[in-house]
């Protein structure tokens, strides 16, 4: 069965360094996303994208989150500059179309913020 | 605003004993709601979702608008059920899941 892979598992980066997290969404997929769940607390959407375009955020998701769909395969999510509350799991997710479809999860990176 | 809450943070059952996991929303039009299920050390995967009204690994959950709730239940728990659950729900016209805290099911054999 496809799977959304995410690399990488585990990243420890300083603080006011720039991150990028891949992801390889199924390759069907239409949809993509990146949730974020910090440790001992909820799963937070964080930003949808859609034909190269963001189609909804949250407000977690300010200036210094990016995303991008650098070829047609990965879909990343870049840090600019991190922070010591940016540590959580960020989730990759994909879906084949838009509302009413199962949207699949990738395993998850861990990023620490040291 | 969307919101999900799941009371219970943790549930400890004996094997075979029921297991009922609630879950709780607000949200003023008419949402789609899903239960994902995150095994140790694994990716969630959705269990069901209220609009397909089917039994997967035998849990079942209904939609109560009246009661605004998705308890999630299961007759018999097996050891193999324990994972991290989750109560998620979307907007109907949209792709965005608002996702409760989680609830932990713990099956003692």
């Known amino acids: 069965e496809p799977e959304v892979t995410q690399t990488p598992s585990h990243q420890v980066t300083q603080m006011g360094q720039e991150v990028i997290l891949r992801c390889v969404p199924i390759?069907?997929?239409?949809?993509f996303y990146w949730y974020r769940q910090i440790l001992g607390q909820k799963v937070e959407f964080l930003v949808s994208f859609y034909n190269n375009e963001i189609s909804e955020k949250s407000e977690i998701f300010d200036d210094q989150f990016s995303v991008e769909r650098p070829d047609g395969s990965n879909f990343t999510l870049k840090i600019r500059s991190t922070k010591l509350e940016d540590s959580a799991m960020y989730f990759c997710?994909?879906?084949?179309?838009?509302?009413?479809?199962?949207?699949?999860f990738g395993e998850g990176s861990w990023l620490t913020v040291v | 605003a969307q919101r999900v809450t799941q009371p219970e943070k943790l549930l400890s059952v004996f094997k075979g004993a029921p297991v009922e996991l609630k879950c709780n929303y607000s949200y003023s039009g008419s949402p789609e709601l899903f239960w994902y299920v995150q095994y140790s050390r694994q990716r969630l995967q959705l269990l069901l979702r209220?609009?397909s009204r089917e039994s997967i690994k035998g849990f079942t959950a209904d939609l109560n608008k009246g009661e605004t709730s998705f308890h999630l239940k299961k007759p018999f728990a097996q050891e193999e059920d324990s994972a991290m659950y989750y109560c998620a729900l979307r907007r109907a016209a949209g792709n965005k899941l608002t996702f409760g805290g989680g609830t932990r099911v713990l099956v003692k054999p």
């Open positions: 209220h609009i």
């Open positions: 997710a994909s879906s084949e179309l838009y509302g009413g479809n199962t949207i699949y």
């Open positions: 390759s069907n997929h239409l949809y």
